[in-house]
């Protein structure tokens, strides 16, 4: 499973850059003057942005780091034990980033991608593609979360939980599982928890990527400066909402890894790949703006589907916070407070 996980991200990621390295580069003159890089006025700086983009490579991993492996390394922490009030709470925060992230950051900007000016006007301004393709990548995720799930039930022994595994795992029933839907045994939370998140992961590491990318091939140091902390901030939190489904989801050791080190390089290697190809990457091309517009669409529709329906809906709904009215009312306003403060961060991301 590791070897098959690895595999799918690399192809993604491969995916994901290939377009971008090869078509968006055309020449200056064959775009409109509004549509050229502009690399002209007091805020571009290659020198600066260079030592801001480097900076933010080191931070940027840094906090990544820090959110996916907080709720990981919680397990030796009392009060962070994923059955404990606080971990509820922190985790419907993080929920609430996640869901912020799809609306507030991913969805506009491949808004503002596919009705560029810089494309041509028919099919592109005819039809609102951004919303079309978003709709249908969660109708996908839908899919894939049901396939997956059945394909766990018939193709894996049915004994996932290990007889010698922490007790504690086989009481979760807060996190992902759907209290009426009658698989509450571990073994279906425990399939439930390993779909989840992976299929988040795959949705954070397109959009990472992009950011990343958009990032690296910028030296626009107005811009950079506000959104290093603007993305430090987002995957922190992004981080402890994917650390707590990779905690829940109970892989073995080589497999967490792997998830961590992917969340947590994706965000760096786009920046430092946006560095290497600044030269050739023109953001406002054609071939760029369909590529990061589709890209952004379909990462939209992933999270938006992942955070109201495998995380806060499946939260919600569940029996934890049913049988606590207080404890779900406080679980509301920690949503609130992590989709707000995500959507104060689109100011400057």
């Known amino acids: 499973m590791a070897k098959l996980y690895f595999l799918i991200l690399s192809l993604l990621l491969l995916s994901t850059v290939a377009p971008l390295s090869h078509g968006a580069g055309q020449p200056p003159n064959n775009l409109p003057q509004e549509c050229q ?3 002209h006025g007091p805020c571009h700086n290659k020198t600066r942005s260079l030592n801001l983009k480097l ?14 492996l907080l709720p990981i390394l919680s397990r ?33 900007d491949s808004f503002d991608c596919l009705t560029s000016k810089c494309l041509p006007e028919k099919p592109w301004s005819k039809f609102p593609f951004t919303t079309f393709i978003a709709m249908f990548s969660a109708v996908f995720t839908l899919m894939v979360d049901s396939y997956a799930m059945s394909w766990y039930k018939k193709c894996k022994t049915p004994n996932l939980v290990d007889k010698n595994q922490d007790p504690e795992l086989k009481t979760l029933g807060h996190c992902h ?28 590491v397109v959009h990472s990527v992009v950011i990343g990318l958009s990032m690296g091939a910028s030296d626009n140091v107005c811009t950079i400066r506000p959104l290093v902390a603007a993305l ?13 489904c990779i905690l829940q989801a109970d892989y073995e050791r080589k497999m967490k890894a792997i998830m961590v080190f992917f969340f947590s390089v994706t965000t760096p290697f ?13 953001e406002n091309s054609p071939t760029a703006l369909v590529v990061v517009g589709i890209l952004n669409a379909v990462s939209a529709g992933l999270l938006n589907y992942m955070a109201l329906v495998d995380l806060l809906a499946s939260d919600f709904m569940g029996e934890k916070l049913q049988n606590d009215m207080k404890l779900q009312t406080i679980s509301y306003f920690a949503v609130i407070l992590g989709a707000g403060g995500m959507s104060v961060m689109a100011i400057w991301a």
Do not use: W
């Open 177 to 204: 599982g759907h209290g009426s839907s009658g698989n509450d045994n571990p073994a279906s939370q425990l399939r439930r928890y390993r779909v989840v998140a992976q299929v988040l992961e795959l949705g954070i």
């Open 37 to 39: 890089k502009s690399t």
């Open 76 to 108: 030796s922490v009392p009060a962070l034990q994923p059955d404990t009030k606080l971990f509820v709470l922190i985790k419907a925060f993080a929920s609430g980033v996640i869901l912020a992230t799809g609306y507030m950051h991913v969805l506009p």
């Open 270 to 282: 786009g920046i430092a790949l946006g560095i290497g190809l600044s030269n050739v990457y023109q």
């Open 55 to 68: 900076i933010a490579i080191v931070a940027i991993l840094v906090t990544s780091m820090m959110g996916v």
């Open 232 to 244: 430090c901030f987002h995957q922190f939190f992004e981080g402890i909402g994917l650390g707590g």
